[in-house]
């Protein structure tokens, strides 16, 4: 387990394309920095954010086209300007969107077109220690980065049409196919091992100043991949398709508190089977990849690392489908193996069976408590914080859930028996009920406490991340650069310090 996780603090969930900026989402620019100097006036000791990946057209992080790439829209044009590889007169903003939603596909059309740019001229004169940068990166990241590049050329030149619908030639692998588009794309290829690089960049300067300023970074592994991306295609033996290449049967839940239905993923799903003989080598490159980036991991939808529940591809709804096992607790012993720590947190919600909590508790992983899902019923749980053990992190909630001021107040009976639960377990509210909740989470005996900025900012619906089961609206939710005030900073510090949430000294 991560020495951070065994010792009491807190910290912030914000996904970088809910920081503030100019391009109508946010990046891995001047305003994440400006971010790691709020938490560290804050005391906050982790900064969490969803997967990093690229996104497909749902513009969902959890449904990447790659889960070892990093997502182009984060790479920051102003930090490639400062660089040299843009003019000031590029970054116009134009007729960019403003405004409190983050403009996804606005933003990716104008950061292409720019990344470009960027990429022709370090193309052109690109200096002998970036050739050397760059033919490192390459080495480093040879298990993934030749099948992202050349997958993301082939999509481009077969302009977005599912690979399943490629000649068959590219759709197989056949080499002499690969090594002729390799040659045709050869600048196509290129460019997008150029965006990986700047990804990387910026991103370890972002991780310097957050060890600097004493914040870890808290990143998330999706339990399934996209279909429509260069992870299913490169290793299509890995994956139940078909002899077209489509899924024969597909990811998702069955029906629980978040839906009636379940939730229909569509995701392909993992031979298991064939990565067991293996050597789950697929998963120990991913996880130690991800961990390039992160102090610490969640690992989503830890009930799949026992059991998935698999849909036929052609149902219409996750309502019908069946539990199948999965050998979770040999893959588990060979990442131990391997990469020695088990830095993760178990996403452990939704159906847990007493054998889901015995493959957590076996690796000393710490699981989730959603303080919201407490006080939805009269019956002990335990979410309820006087129920928490030290080896855990409680949540006011994720970005799967309501904000906690929308979610307290609620119309309707449901609502008000809600209050009345927190009321009697409280003692009574203060002036401001959600800061009683996070009080709340802040008190508790987890050693480790997350917050969604919205809840610490008091916002209501309109600010949700995400409503699962729904396709539209979801995650484009931004702050404001005025809402990371001086006070709310010195606010949460100062909770921190009553709650002993801040071990680290005190930084300047």
């Known amino acids: 387990m991560s020495q951070g996780l065994q010792l009491r603090s807190s910290g912030v969930l914000l996904h970088p394309t809910s920081l503030p900026g100019q391009f109508a989402a946010g990046d891995l620019g001047p305003a994440a920095h400006e971010f790691i100097e709020f938490l560290s006036r804050a005391r906050q000791g982790w900064w969490q954010m969803l997967p990093v990946g690229p996104v497909g057209p749902s513009g969902s992080p959890y449904d990447s086209p790659s889960t070892f790439a990093g997502n182009p829209s ?79 050329a082939l999509a481009r030149a077969h302009r977005g049409a599912s690979w399943v619908r490629w000649e068959e030639p590219l759709r197989h692998r056949r080499p002499r196919a690969l090594e002729r588009a390799r040659r045709e794309l050869g600048e196509e290829i290129r460019f997008h091992e150029f965006v990986q690089l700047m990804f990387h960049r910026h991103w370890r300067e972002l991780r310097r100043h957050a060890t600097d300023r004493g914040v870890r970074l808290l990143g998330d592994v999706p339990m399934f991949v996209a279909h429509q991306g260069s992870d299913v295609w490169a290793h299509q033996d890995l994956y139940f398709l078909g002899r077209d290449g489509r899924a024969s049967v597909v990811a998702g839940v069955p029906p629980d508190a978040y839906s009636a239905t379940g939730q229909l993923w569509g995701n392909p799903i993992y031979r298991w089977a064939s990565m067991e003989e293996a050597g789950f080598s697929w998963w120990l490159e991913r996880l130690s990849h991800t961990l390039e980036r992160f102090d610490v991991v969640r690992l989503d939808h830890f009930i799949g ?6 849909i036929p591809a052609a149902a219409r709804s996750a309502a019908r489908g069946r539990f199948v096992g999965v050998p979770g607790r040999a893959l588990f012993e060979r990442v131990r193996q391997i990469l020695g720590a088990l830095p993760f947190v178990a996403e452990d919600l939704g159906i847990v069976t007493d054998d889901v909590q015995a493959l957590r508790e076996r690796f000393a992983l710490p699981g989730m408590r959603v303080l919201q899902f407490g006080f939805d019923t009269d019956e002990p749980n335990d979410y309820l914080p006087h129920r928490y053990v030290k080896h855990s992190v409680v949540y006011t909630g994720t970005h799967d859930n309501d904000t906690t001021a929308s979610w307290l107040h609620a119309r309707g009976s449901a609502g008000a028996s809600r209050r009345r639960r927190i009321e009697r377990y409280l003692g009574g509210w203060s002036a401001e009920p959600c800061w009683d909740i996070i009080r709340l989470a802040l008190a508790s005996v987890s050693n480790t406490a997350i917050f969604p900025l919205q809840d610490l900012l008091g916002l209501g619906g309109s600010a949700r991340m ?27 510090a100062e909770l921190c310090a009553t709650y002993e949430r801040d071990p680290s000294p005190r930084r300047a």
């Open 466 to 492: 995400n409503v699962p089961g729904t396709r539209t609206g979801n995650w484009t939710w931004r702050a404001r650069a005025r809402e990371l005030s001086p006070a709310l900073a010195e606010r949460m």
């Open 74 to 152: 984060l790479v920051s044009l102003e930090l490639l300007a400062r660089d040299g590889l843009l003019r000031a007169d590029e970054l116009a903003r134009a007729a960019a969107p403003s405004g409190r939603r983050a403009e996804l596909r606005w933003a990716a059309r104008f950061r292409e077109l720019r990344l470009r740019r960027a990429f022709l001229r370090f193309d052109g004169r690109a200096s002998p220690a970036d050739l050397r940068e760059l033919e490192a990166f390459r080495h480093r990241n040879a298990a993934w980065l030749p099948d992202h590049a050349l997958y993301s």
């Open 305 to 310: 690392f026992h059991r998935y529940w698999e």
